[in-house]
């Protein structure tokens, strides 16, 4: 079990500095709630529908690229506006990275997240650790069984959807996909959900590695070692390629680009950046 | 693989366990997901999809369940299925009973659907096939008892096309008539509007879906009649007339012979 990480950081640069990327991350999700809840709630109709689809404004359409591949899978000729909707969603994701997805945008990011935070202060170990690639196993049997049972198998059960859903439509069963998740992340596998099983954070982890943002590490000579940043990722084997790597940048679709890792680091070692500023060699801070 | 033994069997050993782990995980996961997925192909006959719907499996290969035909429902007659609802969790449908559909000349659903699950090739709503209105309750139906309620009848959108009322005889009385309301398949677009106004306390008449309401032939079933319609005369050329049973008295014979009497061939019958 890692320290927790956070009070050196605070110390250095202040608790609003410290916490900066967090706040915006919270911020956003808050907001794409707020854009579908505005219209069932307040009749604003900025957003109509789910993440699953919708249709923004009247004009913009927008579907879940995982969706689509499953109905696609399953042999149905999509419509143009779904098709349209899940390239404008795949293209934005490949630019700000794909799990911006997971950090950014998920409702199930604040549960786990509470969940690893609860963990964290009640001192519990790891408890059952599965393979960070069951995710992707998860992710090929939900496309198999899409394909061979000729339905979008995955929304059957999707907890991020089922979640959204309820919060949308208020539907009443999804709140107990939310309580298990939760009761699973805090007491039987540490960030087990969203870092090992879920296949749509896979799919998006696979989009992650060709996008364009990513949290590069400029200062990495300033490095001391404290470890805080490997104790706030949710991902945490993607750091050190970028710390001791022959480029001082977080390549692999794993990261979030949750920014944890900026928010911690007291000796700001890493910032966020496009995937061609850094370059090889060391970066001089 | 220069490393000691001891750790490669370790590491091997790890490594299958680790194999079989991920196995059982994807295995209980499959199944789990084939059970699910199969089981959502059987929704119950109450909860109809929305006009346009593809068929049931079809529908569920399209459907991303993003609720908004439901958005755009002027009447909220749709709904999105909870989990254990019946319907795949999250897919539209509406309970007629409850509140029908309305039958919107636009069908806003249709046009807000954004992969096709409903078929934007209906623009006509009167072509919508949401399901068959059964009488199924003929035992308890008003029209059966012979009175004249009519309520379903008066209610269809379209009225004396989707619903007639057929005379017939009114078996117990003797001499009344009884009018039954008769459901014309081809007419009925499953709206739902004939459940929802039965007057009685559980609806006579119910709307199935199609497949449901309408019951299946063999496909290699051919209807003589039809089939020689079509051809504009019988499919089976000169055929072997065999005699007639029944020519037993003098004037006729069963091979032949001599016309049959004025009683059309058959014997007089004398008590």
């Known amino acids: ?285 | 693989m220069t490393r000691q033994t001891e750790k490669d069997a370790t590491s091997r050993r790890d490594m299958l366990a680790g194999a079989v782990r991920t196995v059982c995980g994807v295995g209980f996961f499959g199944l789990g997901l084939g059970m699910l997925s199969r089981q959502a192909q059987t929704h119950p006959a109450t909860t109809l999809r929305p006009p346009g719907a593809l068929a049931e499996q079809d529908f569920l290969s399209a459907c991303s369940r993003c609720g908004l035909c439901v958005r755009d429902c002027p009447y909220k007659t749709l709904h999105l299925a909870d989990v254990g609802q019946g319907p795949a969790p999250g897919t539209p449908y509406f309970i007629a009973r409850q509140v029908p559909c309305e039958m919107c000349p636009d069908i806003p659903c249709v046009v807000a659907c954004p992969t096709g699950a409903l078929d934007k090739s209906l623009t006509d709503i009167t072509k919508s096939k949401m399901g068959i209105a059964v009488l199924v309750g003929q035992e308890t139906c008003l029209n059966f008892q012979g009175l004249r309620c009519d309520v379903c009848y008066r209610d269809c959108p379209l009225l004396d096309q989707a619903i007639t009322l057929e005379r017939h005889h009114n078996e117990r009385t003797g001499k009344h008539a009884v009018f039954i309301p008769t459901v014309h398949s081809d007419k009925c677009t499953g709206c739902g509007k004939c459940e929802k106004s039965c007057v009685l306390e559980e609806a006579a008449i119910k709307v199935l879906p199609p497949e449901l309401a309408l019951g299946r032939m063999g496909s290699h079933y051919r209807l003589g009649w039809e089939e020689k319609r079509k051809e504009g005369e019988s499919l089976i050329k000169d055929i072997i007339d065999l005699p007639d049973r029944g020519y037993r008295d003098g004037t006729a014979t069963p091979y032949g012979g001599a016309a049959p009497n004025a009683s059309g061939g058959f014997k007089e019958f004398k008590p």
């Open chain 1, 1 to 285: 079990m890692s320290r927790r990480p956070g009070p050196a950081a605070v110390q250095a640069k202040g608790w609003l500095a410290a916490h900066k990327w967090l706040l915006l991350r919270r911020a956003s999700q808050t907001l794409f709630l707020a854009l579908f809840l505005a219209g069932p709630l307040a009749g604003i109709w900025l957003v109509k529908g789910t993440l699953a689809s919708s249709l923004t404004l009247g004009v913009l359409p927008l579907t879940d690229p995982l969706i689509a591949l499953q109905s696609l899978l399953a042999r149905h000729p999509l419509h143009v506006t779904a098709l349209i909707g899940a390239v404008i969603v795949l293209v934005g994701y490949m630019l700000v990275g794909g799990r911006v997805y997971c950090s950014w945008v998920c409702p199930l990011n604040v549960v786990t997240d509470t969940a690893h935070w609860l963990r964290q202060r009640l001192g519990l170990r790891d408890g059952v650790v599965s393979s960070r690639n069951m995710r992707r196993w998860a992710l090929f049997g939900a496309l198999a069984a899409s394909a061979l049972s000729g339905t979008i198998a995955w929304e059957l059960v999707n907890p991020v959807t089922l979640t959204h859903r309820a919060l949308v439509f208020g539907a009443g069963a999804g709140w107990a996909v939310v309580a298990v998740i939760f009761v699973f992340d805090l007491a039987i596998s540490r960030r087990g959900w969203c870092s090992h099983l879920c296949p749509v954070g896979a799919f998006y982890g696979l989009v992650g590695k060709v996008s364009v943002i990513r949290v590069a590490a400029p200062r990495r000579a300033a490095c001391d070692h404290c470890m805080d940043c490997y104790a706030v990722c949710p991902e945490a084997h993607v750091i050190t390629p970028a710390l001791k790597g022959p480029r001082p940048i977080i390549l692999a679709g794993d990261c979030t680009n949750c920014g944890r890792c900026i928010d911690v680091c007291p000796q700001n070692v890493f910032a966020f950046a496009t995937k061609g500023s850094q370059q090889q060699g060391e970066f001089v801070p």
